[in-house]
């Protein structure tokens, strides 16, 4: 089942599932309270994954713009996505990325980026981004990682560099540090 977050209660089940997803690592939960506080062009959309009450999963949408030659276009960035250890393999993930682009996509958003494995996404409506003119927004994603869905409102002159929304710069939270 897979439903909006609405509650204070969601919210620390959500903050729960992505500190064991992503085995402590105290930015991602971070990320996910700064996002959904921070006052954008676009809402965010944060999705659960329940078993018999209990959510196992979580996905954020989050505001961020694409910088084309003739305007700035708001766009989602996909992050992140986390499902429980034990809950993994399921296909609860996949289910969640599904959602979230028919999300998207009912309100008109044309593009969603995310960093991620390709072998992961590019089964799940995701394209390798920088092979479709679109430039990353750090030299240090490896390569296939940049990745994008286009929508049905997508047009061919939205191409340009992918810009992240000042807390993923603020938290350090775009790409992989050593
Ligand atoms: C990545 C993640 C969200 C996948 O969720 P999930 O519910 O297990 O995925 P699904 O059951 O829908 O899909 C299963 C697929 O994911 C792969 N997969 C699942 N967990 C994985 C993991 N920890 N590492 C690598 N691949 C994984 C499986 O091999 C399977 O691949 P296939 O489709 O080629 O057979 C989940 O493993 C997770 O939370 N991982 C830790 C956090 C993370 O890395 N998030 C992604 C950040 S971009």
Do not use: K, N
């Amino acid at each position: 089942m897979h439903t909006m977050t609405r509650s204070p209660a969601d919210h620390d089940a959500v903050r729960g599932v992505h500190t064991r997803a992503f085995a402590g690592d105290p930015r991602v939960p971070a990320l996910v309270d700064a996002l959904r506080a921070a006052r954008a062009a676009l809402p965010t959309v944060s999705l659960v994954s329940t078993v018999d009450d209990e959510v196992v999963g979580h996905v954020m949408l989050s505001a961020c713009r694409l910088d084309t030659t003739p305007r700035l276009v708001d766009v989602y960035s996909l992050s992140p996505l986390g499902v429980l250890p034990e809950y993994q393999r399921r296909g609860t993930g996949t289910a969640l990325v599904a959602r979230a682009l028919a999300e998207a996509d009912a309100r008109g958003v044309p593009l969603v980026f995310l960093e991620g494995s390709p072998r992961y996404y590019g089964t799940r409506g995701f394209q390798d981004a920088s092979g479709l003119d679109f430039r990353p927004p750090t030299l240090r994603y490896p390569p296939g990682a940049f990745q994008v869905a286009r929508l049905s409102g997508y047009e061919e002159w939205m191409t340009g560099t992918f810009v992240y929304s000042d807390i993923f710069w603020d938290m350090d939270c775009v790409g992989l540090r050593d």
